[in-house]
């Protein structure tokens, strides 16, 4: 185990303070469905294709402000061009989350 990361989560209103650390889980939208049992969230399995597992973030920091792979194409379909929108099926867990505040959007 690594040092750990923490973040917030926001979601109906209510603020969720978590922690984890690099490799507990495949990406942010998989500690999602652990941590809050979302229905319908993440229906393509983290392709970056659905958008149902879209949040906001604040406070991202390095690599992992880049959009890549299928996120850019989706969220224009999509008509969020936000830089703090992000699918969350394409963040993996690392340290750049650290500090971030995250809000559920779907």
Known sequence: MGNPIHF????????????TYVGEYRNLM???????Y????????GMGRCATCVIKISGLSGNSIRKERNEP????KMGLEDANIRL?????????LDSTKIEILV
């Open 73 to 76: 194409a989706t969220l224009s």
């Open 88 to 96: 969350s099926c394409q963040l993996l867990i690392t340290q750049d």
């Open 30 to 36: 998989c500690l999602i469905i652990d941590k809050f």
């Open 8 to 19: 917030t989560v926001i979601e109906n209103n209510s603020k969720h303070e978590i922690q």
């Open 38 to 45: 979302f229905d319908c969230f993440g229906e393509c399995g």
